[in-house]
């Protein structure tokens, strides 16, 4: 996970993150990874509006998200 991780945050892309949080709840997420630092990376999150510190572990899944896609939605 920790390579997808910095492969995105080197092409500059934005994905879409599934995450659990401390609580155990699941959520979709659209990020814009800023930096990785060892168990842990910094994203601005557009579904909170606002920079966080994300656990690598609790990642479930990422998928980039398409320049089409960025245009549309």
Request: charged residues 25%; positive net charge; hydrophobic residues 40%.
């Amino acid at each position: 996970m920790k390579e997808q991780l910095l492969k995105a945050m080197q092409r500059n892309q934005l994905v879409y993150m599934m995450y659990v949080s401390k609580s155990g709840e699941v959520t979709k997420r659209r990020i814009k990874i800023i930096k990785i630092m060892g168990d842990s990376f910094q994203a601005f999150c557009f579904t909170r509006q606002a920079k966080r510190t994300f656990i690598i572990n609790n990642v479930l899944a990422v998928v980039p998200i398409s320049q089409r896609k960025r245009e549309i939605g």
